[in-house]
């Protein structure tokens, strides 16, 4: 079935540091990707998504890139502030961006110090 | 304009006892996902309404049932509380056939003793 793998947490960086999170999936066909933020006590934010392999999703700093060839949509920033501290989701969904279903990450929380 | 409003934001209900929490979506759209998010977990996709009919549902008991108003506003029920389903309840809206995503509230915070 569909799956979004994405790396363990918590990380730690100090303010200005370049940030990755990996994000790998499998699902059949061609999935849409999205990278959403939940700050504490609040819900979900997208923050960005790709439709189809080779788009590169971008907003306020943070890329990712849709590779369908290692089925990975890794989120990156060059370099990061203190109020990027939240946790971040890797998703997909195999019906579009707003019919189907997503399925979720299981969250990597992100913790910058100044 | 106000986005995906949901309440209550938190309550605490007993074992076995019987729960309904509020999502009114974001003005223009029509589509209305329930998703469940365990304590340092991803959301689960519980279900999906549009046209007042549960279009998509997930891996969930019987147990969770909800219902679509004409007015695009939803309801999640849950019955026969069990400890397990404590949780943050999130409602994400968004329009149909038209792919610019979800939007979610901030959730209701359930807690079963």
């Known amino acids: 079935g569909n799956s979004v793998t994405q790396m363990e947490g918590p990380v730690t960086l100090s303010e200005e540091a370049f940030l990755t999170i990996n994000c790998t999936y499998t699902?059949?066909?061609?999935?849409?990707l999205f990278w959403y933020v939940q700050y504490p006590g609040e819900g979900l934010q997208l923050l960005l998504k790709a439709t189809k392999a080779d788009d590169k999703g971008s907003n306020k700093g943070f890329e990712a890139t849709y590779r369908k060839e290692t089925t990975s949509f890794h989120l990156e920033k060059g370099s990061v502030q203190v109020s990027d501290s939240a946790v971040y989701f890797c998703?997909?969904?195999?019906?579009?961006?707003?019919?189907?279903?997503?399925?979720f990450g299981k969250g990597t929380k992100l913790s910058v110090k100044p | 304009d106000a986005g995906v409003t949901q309440s209550p934001t938190h309550l605490i209900k007993t074992r076995g006892q019987q729960v309904t929490l509020r999502c009114s979506p974001k003005s223009g759209h029509d589509t209305v996902s329930w998703y469940q998010q365990a304590l340092g977990q991803g959301p689960q996709f519980i279900f999906q309404?549009?046209?007042?009919?549960?279009?998509q549902r997930g891996n969930f008991p019987d147990r969770f049932s909800g219902h679509q108003f004409p007015n695009y506003s939803s309801e999640l029920n849950v019955n026969a509380l069990l400890l397990g389903d404590s949780a943050l309840y999130l409602c994400a809206s968004s329009r149909a056939r038209l792919n610019y995503g979800y939007t979610f509230g901030s959730g209701t915070r359930l807690t079963v003793v």
């Open positions: 699902a059949t066909g061609y999935p849409s």
């Open positions: 998703a997909l969904s195999n019906y579009g961006g707003s019919q189907g279903n997503l399925i």
């Open positions: 309404y549009y046209e007042e009919e549960e279009r």
